[in-house]
């Protein structure tokens, strides 16, 4: 049975251990030379999806063809010896090795350690490189390299194995949009080779740019599989969520409110001594959404670290008419600061703590009795609360925050923090790495909070997210402010190229 | 539930590995092991003897736990607790009625275990020395101030062998053979801590700056002052272990050469390692330390040699304290990011 497909896997399901339906009766096919985009919300299924077809889980139910005839992938030795290859979203690379050597790794026959074959591996490398546009130094240990070159290497590990299918588990999560652009590229080039590729993703614009067709899974099952010509991100948007995604709400006309936070030429110092923020000048009015845009890494957070207590500044700041000189976060948060941080997991939760416990973190004196004793059945009714009132998905307060999705552990964040009721919210990056429903959810919320007279200062470094909500936009570019552009102004090319340096 | 099965496991791979040793020397191993418990916890003699030797192994597991609970690695214990001995001893001195000496006792003990974790907290907090180096050298010092007292100030005029005894009006009195209330001292200290880290605002921020520093002072905790708290607390537990073990224990003095208090805070360690950090889990690790120390004697009768012992000891000790020091060399490391996809 010849087949038009290189790889077709049908009525897949995969049921784990402790119940969970991973999948249920999918059907997956991929094309010789084809680009596939495997789209669909976190838990959708696309990262079990591709362990099956790589051979790293086993299906519960349902058969995999190769070439038209039917194999069985049991480890991921044998899907790349029929050419399969996989790379995962936390690389399999050995830090301290060059990128050679971990090429070389796994290979038969001692690999990387003669000096023959080493030369051998090099040349056939360099010649991979050249083909796929893909390049990546051959002699650093790969722990020196940014994660997007260490994710070259990776991908030349499969290249030098001649895989035929190359499946990329949300390669562009790491990389910046130029760095996504390139590899884009890498991945056109390999299809006109004749490869393979299967990438997944849960951002709709990617999926446009660049496959050539998508699936989307839903809840473990195939909703649909399109010719990427022949669909649109409204299409898509709607059948991974399932639903319409309503609007973000209307805007409310407010008046302009009091200034809640005042900046004056504010320096902050970076790693290495130069300032990161070079004397910032803004203000934040009350009932207004001021959003900072620009690439990451150009002061915006510093800048934020220094607005709540985490960094030390020079210059003059204000929240609702206070100096904050000399203080500390919790001094800060007590004048009615809230801060959703860039890195949730890292600075705006304990991972190891549960639910409830993460849910009082900042806001321990409102637990406690007056000699410190936490009141335990307050914290719980409270934690309720925020599950209640944020949609949070958890099975109960005592779970520990680790096993919240990205999204959840989102909502608890944001919960908590307003339950603050502040003056001010920061929220750096709110919706980095959620997935559709979640960043509506949140997005919607800070409108709301707009609307209702609290003052937030947005950092993102997503400009639909800074389009969709600032009523003023400032830009960053190397701790600069290049411009302050009110909401009637803002104009995506102009902003773009004042993100760039160019004024 | 899964660290106790494992625990558990480790525990049994432990017995196996050391009944194989023995197996290879040419004893008996599950006669010896028969022998080891029936000689800890064959009878109420036994069994109080055993509890006895658990007591001062608790306090000093506790040190060490509640450092790690705030981040740090603290094995400051023994010097503590060989200042704690000294100044419970000390305090026969004092001209107050036998009952009040002993109060006296316990509170300047647990001052002077304070004040011995004061400069760990100071150089870490203001000049970043690592507690794992500031604490082995103020050991030293302690070591040497003590052995210095015990010969020179505190010996025993007639014999030579060790210090004057506590009077017997000062000492624990006694529950059973040579079990005394010191037990409940230990007991307390150890409930005092459960409340402590999971009742107690200031024991939740030393949990959140030890699990995570950067979220916690975001939070506006201050991770020095949650450190210094678990240290000086520390501190307190591990010179009352000292304490308790001069006021509540045969011989009721320091012996010269420092033996009945040998390396009561050093295995705290593994006590704490083996509890898992949790207050419950100590006083079952302490437990388990106590067994393997009485029965061993009873496993010398046998004639398996003392050495023996204490391989069979080590080995145990090894395995069940491996998996949780790997835990903490991880943890101390920063970890890789997690996303969760679909």
Known sequence: MASEHLIQAQGISKIYPDGTVALSGVNFAVRPGEVHGLLGENGAGKTTLTKILSGLLSPTTGEINWRGKRVRLATPREALRLGIGMVHQHFALVGPFTGLENVALGLEGGGALFPVQATAIRSQLEAIMEQSGLVAPLDVPVEELPVGVQQRVEILKMLYREVDLLILDEPTAVLTPQEAEELFGVLRNLAAQGKSVVFITHKLEEIMTATDRVTVLRQGKVVAVRETGETSVEELAQLMVGRELPGLRERAGNPPGRVILRVQDLVVPGREGQPAVKGVSFTVQEGEIFGIAGVQGNGQSELVEALVGLRPWEGEVELAGESLRGLGPAEIANLGLAHIPEDRQNTGLILDFTLAENSILGRLRAFQSRLGRLRWRKVHRFAQELIANFSIQAPSPIVPARYLSGGNQQRLVVGRELSKSPKLLIANQPTRGLDIAATHYIRDLLLELRDQGMGILLVSADLDEIFELSDRVAVMYRGEFTAIVPREELDRGKVGLLMGGVR | ?342
């Not at chain 2, 107050?96 to 002077?112: D, I, Q």
Request: glycine residues 12%; aromatic residues 10%.
């Open chain 2, 1 to 342: 539930m899964k660290q106790l099965t494992q625990t558990i496991f480790v525990l049994i791979l432990g017995i196996l590995v050391g009944a194989v040793v023995m197996a290879v020397w040419g004893h008996d191993p599950w006669g010896s092991y028969a022998s080891l418990i029936s000689g800890a916890l064959g009878n109420l003699r036994a069994f109080t003897s055993t509890l006895a030797r658990s007591l001062a192994l608790v306090l000093t597991g506790l040190t060490f736990a509640v450092g790690v609970r705030a981040g740090l690695f603290n094995i400051g214990a023994q010097g503590q607790m060989l200042l704690g001995a000294v100044v419970a001893l000390s305090c026969s001195l004092l001209p107050l009625p036998l009952w009040l000496r002993l109060v006296a006792a316990l509170v300047l003990s647990g001052l002077a275990g304070m004040a011995w974790a004061l400069p760990v907290a100071i150089l870490k907090l203001f000049r970043g020395v690592s507690e794992v180096i500031s604490t082995i050298m103020l050991n030293w010092v302690a070591h040497w101030l003590v052995f210095y007292l015990v010969l020179q100030k505190l010996a025993d005029p007639v014999l030579g062998q060790r210090t004057f005894l506590v009077p017997r009006g000062m000492r624990f009195p006694v529950i059973k053979g040579e079990l005394t209330w010191a037990l409940a001292v230990s007991l307390a200290v150890a409930g005092f801590f459960f409340w402590f880290l999971w009742h107690h605002a200031k024991g939740y921020e030393v949990r959140a700056a030890g699990l995570n520093p950067r979220a916690a002072t975001a939070a506006g905790i201050s991770v020095r002052k949650a450190m210094s708290l678990a240290l000086l607390l520390g501190g307190i537990s591990a010179a009352w272990a000292g304490a308790i073990q001069v006021l509540g224990r045969f011989p009721y003095a320091i012996t010269s050469d420092l033996a009945n208090l040998g390396t009561l805070g050093f295995d705290g360690i593994a006590v704490a390692l083996i509890g898992r950090n949790h207050p419950l889990g100590i006083l079952a690790g302490a437990f388990f330390f106590g067994t393997l120390a009485t029965g061993a004697a009873k496993m010398g009768l046998r004639g398996v040699p003392i050495d023996m012992i204490y391989i069979v000891q080590g080995v145990i000790v090894m395995f069940m304290a491996a998996p949780e020091a790997l835990r903490l060399l991880r943890w101390r490391r920063p970890k890789p990011r997690r996303e969760v996809s679909g």
